[in-house]
């Protein structure tokens, strides 16, 4: 089975662009987590759906910030206007929430993005 | 504010002898634990999860867990240089479709 898929892989852009990053989670997975991880602040939740429905959105630092999740399998994290403090790498992550399941979450490769 | 500390390291050990690497988390209502381990420039990989006091072992590592302290440990025996990497303890809440809380890792270095 594919594992969680992430777009593009890298992205270099310039400050004031918008910047959209793609995920498709693990099939049959109800549940999608936005990671981002810089060296100085670690791995931190921006936000997260179940069953396509934002759940907690209290990571997403600003509203130049914004998720979307229209199916089960695609979600987009999208920055507009960027900035060169919004560089890092960028997290997918899904797991399955059933009864008898446990929660546990699996990453895609991840988007490094670089705002110059 | 719920929080998950680990030291930061480095960590570093000989070929064969045993790490030891430790979480310490800020909330009891904390029900599921789990270890990942991220190699530089990848993302994180599931290695281990518990959900109960005690010992999980699976292969070479072990999970140790303690609610009452509110501690989790993870043991890598005959640790071998493809074992270097960051280790990263992340903590549940347990209910349906919470995310999780990372700590910030601890580095592992293991010498041959």
């Known amino acids: 089975d594919a594992g969680v898929i992430q777009s593009p892989r890298h992205e270099v852009t310039e400050m004031g662009q918008e910047v959209t990053l793609r995920c498709k989670p693990i099939?049959?997975?109800?549940?999608l987590f936005w990671y981002r991880q810089t060296m100085m602040r670690g791995l931190e939740l921006l936000i997260y759906f179940n069953n396509n429905v934002p759940i907690d959105d209290s990571g997403m630092p600003e509203d130049r910030f914004s998720a979307k999740m229209p199916n089960a399998s695609f979600s987009t994290l999208k920055i507009q206007p960027s900035e060169p403090r919004d560089s890092a790498v960028y997290f997918c992550?899904?797991?399955?929430?059933?009864?008898?399941?446990?929660?546990?979450?699996?990453f895609g490769p991840g988007t490094r993005l670089t705002v110059t | 504010q719920k929080e998950v500390e680990q030291n930061s390291g480095p960590l570093s050990v000989p070929e064969g002898a045993i790490a030891s690497l430790n979480c310490t988390y800020s909330d009891r209502g904390s029900q599921s634990f789990f270890w990942y381990r991220q190699y530089s420039g990848k993302s994180p990989e599931l290695i281990m999860f518990?959900?109960?006091?005690g010992d999980k072992e699976d292969g070479r590592f072990t999970a140790q867990l303690n609610k009452a302290s509110q501690y989790v440990s993870l043991l890598i025996r005959d640790s071998q240089p493809s074992d270097s990497a960051t280790y990263l303890c992340a903590v549940s809440l347990g209910q349906a479709g919470t995310a999780l809380i990372f700590g910030k890792g601890t580095t592992l270095s293991v010498s041959s």
């Open positions: 992550a899904s797991s399955l929430n059933h009864a008898g399941y446990r929660y546990e979450q699996y």
């Open positions: 099939s049959g997975h109800n549940s």
């Open positions: 518990i959900y109960s006091n």
